[in-house]
C-alpha cells in the first residue's frame, strides 16, 4: 500500500500521516511517498516496484474529505471518505489476504 499526497504541503502531510499511522495500527503495511516529484512519476514508480494498492490525497479530494483507493490491476479508482479510509482500507486487505489463503 502506498499513500501518494500530490501537493507536499502541511494539510496534505497531516492527513497522509494520520492515515498511515492509522493502516499500520490496523496491520496494514504502507508507505508514504513524499518526495518532490509530480504526481505521474510517483505512480509510475509505485507500478514498477509492484505496489498493489495506492492512495492518492489530492487537494479536490481533500476538500471534499476524500481519498483516492487504486488497486494497479483496476483501471477505475474510488473515492473513500477520510474518516473511515483507514478502516475500509484494511477490510479489502484483510480480504485479499483470506483470498490468498483460501480462509
Not at 516529484?37 to 490525497?57: C, M, S, Y
Amino acid at each position: 500500500m502506498l499513500i501518494v499526497p500530490v501537493k507536499n504541503d502541511e494539510e496534505t502531510g497531516a492527513v497522509a500521516q494520520k492515515l498511515y499511522d492509522a493502516l499500520w495500527t490496523a496491520g496494514v503495511e504502507v508507505l508514504i511517498d513524499d518526495r518532490d516529484e509530480r504526481a505521474g512519476v510517483k505512480f509510475n514508480d509505485a507500478d514498477l516496484i509492484g505496489i498493489p494498492w495506492r492512495i492518492t490525497l489530492g487537494p479536490r479530494g481533500l476538500k471534499a474529505g476524500t481519498v483516492e483507493l487504486k488497486a494497479r490491476s483496476e483501471t477505475e479508482a474510488r473515492e473513500l471518505p477520510i474518516a473511515a479510509a483507514a478502516e475500509e482500507i484494511a477490510k479489502i486487505v484483510r480480504a485479499e489476504r483470506a483470498g490468498a489463503t483460501g480462509d
